[in-house]
C-alpha cells in the first residue's frame, strides 16, 4: 500500500504543475503522512510556498529544456530508434492487457507519471514489474536531477525507493545496468503533460 500511495502521488508531482494540483497537495499529504512517508515533505513545501508561474517556469526548464531529465522511460534505453516503436507498442499492449483502459491520446506511453498511475491505481503487479524492468531509466533520471539540484530530485528517488534493493550510488553504477542515455542530438516528439488526465481529474486509467 506504502508503494503504491508514493507512487499516486508521484504521478501527480511529476506532471505539470497547475492549480488542480495545488488544490490536491493538503490531500497528497495526508496520504503521505498516513503512510509515514516524509521524504517528500520538502518538495510539497517547496510547491506550496512557490508562485505558480515560477512552478511552470521551473517545470518546463528541467523536464522541457534538457535531455538529462526525460521523463519518457524509453527514451534512456532505446533512444529515437525503430527498436522504441516496438517497446512503445508493449507498453501499449501491458496496458490493454490489465483490463483497464489508460489514455495515451495525450502522452507517449512510457511517460513516468502514467506509468507511476498505472502501476498505483489499474494494475500493481503489471506497473511494477515496468517500473523493475526500467530501473535504470529512473536511476538515470534521478541522478540527472541531483547533479543539476532540482527540487524533483526527491519525487524520483521516493519512487525508486519502492523498488527493491538500494539506488546505485553513482552514474557509473548505473550504467552498468544499460549502455547508457542516447546522445543530446536524439529528439523527441513535443509534449503538454497537461494532457494527461490523472485519477481524480477525469482520470487516466479506469
Known amino acids: 500500500m506504502r508503494a503504491r500511495v508514493v507512487r499516486q502521488a508521484a504521478s501527480y508531482l511529476l506532471a505539470y504543475p497547475d492549480d488542480r494540483l495545488l488544490d490536491q497537495l493538503p490531500t497528497i499529504r495526508a496520504a503521505l503522512t498516513e503512510q509515514r512517508v516524509t521524504t517528500l515533505d520538502a ?68 511517460y513516468l507519471p502514467m506509468v507511476l498511475e498505472f502501476a498505483a491505481v489499474a494494475d500493481p503487479v503489471a506497473g511494477e514489474e515496468l517500473l523493475r524492468a526500467y530501473r535504470a531509466s529512473l536511476e538515470l533520471l534521478r541522478i540527472g536531477l541531483v547533479e543539476d539540484r532540482s527540487p524533483y530530485a526527491d519525487v524520483v528517488a521516493a519512487v525508486c525507493a519502492t523498488l527493491p534493493g538500494a539506488s546505485p550510488a553513482d552514474r557509473a553504477a548505473v550504467q552498468a545496468m544499460v549502455d547508457g542515455p542516447p546522445s543530446e542530438s536524439v529528439g523527441l516528439e513535443p509534449y503538454d503533460p497537461r494532457l494527461l488526465p490523472m485519477a481524480g481529474r477525469g482520470g487516466g486509467v479506469r
Open 43 to 110: 518538495f510539497l513545501d517547496h510547491l506550496g510556498q512557490t508562485p505558480l508561474a515560477r512552478l511552470e517556469r521551473e517545470y518546463v526548464d528541467v523536464f522541457d529544456l534538457s535531455r538529462r531529465h526525460a521523463l519518457y522511460l524509453s527514451y534512456w534505453t532505446d533512444g529515437d530508434t525503430r527498436r522504441r516503436g516496438e517497446v512503445l507498442a508493449r507498453f501499449k499492449a501491458t496496458y490493454r492487457e490489465s483490463g483497464f483502459r489508460v489514455d495515451t491520446s495525450g502522452e507517449l506511453p512510457d
